[in-house]
């Protein structure tokens, strides 16, 4: 189920992702299969549009991905371009059974290839699940 914009169900997932106004969010991959209900909760609380062309580094990336979009390691070292030394990646990709659906073993190695761990998985929308990469304590392994 999407979530309505400014449903509590969308803040507290937005909650969750640990989204706070006055951080800084660029988003990338976008199409029109992602959940709009839960991007508009997002922005929502950030009060303000996503970074997409980055001037300064960003405390959090959206990531949307699905199977189809290519080498998920490439992915995820082109998401850390902008990223602020302490910031994560939240990965979004489809859920088990969903078109586009990621591997659990393809999101361990692309994360392993791109010098990251995985933090936690949340479960954002009916058809969404989102994956949080940070760089392991200690600079990368």
């Known amino acids: 189920m999407s979530t309505a914009p400014g449903s509590t169900a969308g803040s507290s997932v937005v909650a969750a992702l640990g989204i706070t106004p006055g951080l800084a969010v660029q988003e990338l991959g976008w199409d029109e299969d992602v959940d709009e209900g839960l991007r508009s909760a997002v922005l929502d609380v950030l009060g303000e549009d996503f970074v997409y062309e980055a001037i300064e580094a960003v405390d959090v990336v959206l990531l949307w991905w699905r199977d189809e979009d290519g080498d998920l390691g490439d992915g995820l070292v082109d998401a850390l371009t902008d990223l602020t030394a ?31 761990a995985l933090a936690n998985t949340a479960s954002v929308s009916r058809g969404w699940e989102a994956h949080k990469l940070v760089r392991p304590k200690g600079g990368r392994r």
């Not at 088990?96 to 190695?109: M, P």
Request: hydrophobic share 45%; net charge negative.
């Open 86 to 116: 302490k910031g994560h990646i939240w990965l979004l990709t489809p859920r088990i059974g969903k078109d586009g659906h990621v591997d659990a073993a393809d999101l361990s190695e692309a994360a392993l290839t791109a010098g990251l």
